[in-house]
């Protein structure tokens, strides 16, 4: 089956710091990945996605790189801020399967002053 | 942007009581709508997949007697809890597809936080 697997939280970093929030998944088929961000109290945004091997998806700063050989897809920020405090969630739907996501339990990260 | 919103944000109910809860896409038309649950650092778990005017899908697992999930127009979505147990305590979600010719994009509601007694 589908599965998304992503590293426990929280995390806790200081503003300007580096962020790095692995991600590796499992697949039937070929998926699209993707990165969801909860902020408090707000639903799920989207905030990239990448849809085939070596793609970059990028917003916000932030960025991740779909590499099929290591079946990972890494968020990464080069200087997060306390507005980035919430929840990202890796995800993966499989092309053609309807739309249907799988996610991953999400990390929570913590950006202080 | 497209926004999905969920009524009511938090309900309390007695055991054996039935709730509903109800996803609006506000100002787009959404075809497809998915039903989610999330339990405490857990990831979001797919229960069904709703499409305007037909029966939902639901996931292998989840009792279709038990969440009824109705889709009457583009724009509205209701899952009905009935017969809750403690059990089905849990975090609600639901979201929206955008119309196709735009992207494959889900909008999120914020949630509904069902606490049953």
């Known amino acids: 089956g589908n599965s998304v697997t992503q590293m426990e939280g929280p995390v806790t970093l200081s503003e300007e710091a580096f962020l790095t929030i692995n991600c590796t998944y499992t697949?039937?088929?070929?998926?699209?990945l993707f990165w969801y961000v909860q902020y408090p109290g707000e639903g799920l945004q989207l905030l990239l996605k990448?849809?085939?091997?070596?793609d970059k998806g990028s917003n916000k700063g932030f960025e991740a790189t779909y590499r099929k050989e290591t079946t990972s897809f890494h968020l990464e920020k080069g200087s997060v801020q306390v507005s980035d405090s919430a929840v990202y969630f890796c995800?993966?739907?499989?092309?053609?399967?309807?739309?249907?996501?799988?996610f991953g339990t999400g990390t929570q990260l913590k950006v202080e002053l | 942007g497209a926004v999905v919103s969920q009524h009511p944000s938090r309900v309390i109910c007695k055991s054996g009581t039935s709730v509903k809860i109800e996803c609006r896409s506000l100002?787009?038309?959404?075809?497809?709508m998915f039903w989610y649950r999330q339990f405490p650092k857990k990831s979001l778990m797919l229960m069904a997949t709703?499409?305007?005017?037909?029966?939902?899908?639901?996931e292998q697992g989840v009792e279709k007697d038990k969440f009824l999930i109705n889709h009457a127009s583009l724009t509205l979505s209701t899952l009905t809890v009935t017969s809750a147990h403690p059990e089905d305590s849990s975090f609600y979600i639901c979201?929206?597809?955008?119309?196709?010719?735009?992207?494959?994009?889900?909008?999120f509601g914020p949630g509904t936080r069902l606490t049953v007694l």
């Open positions: 979201s929206a597809k955008a119309p196709r010719g735009y992207t494959d994009t889900q909008y």
């Open positions: 697949a039937t088929g070929y998926p699209s």
């Open positions: 990448a849809t085939k091997a070596d």
């Open positions: 995800a993966l739907a499989i092309t053609g399967g309807g739309n249907k996501l799988t």
């Open positions: 100002d787009f038309q959404a075809t497809t």
């Open positions: 709703s499409n305007e005017g037909s029966k939902a899908t639901y």
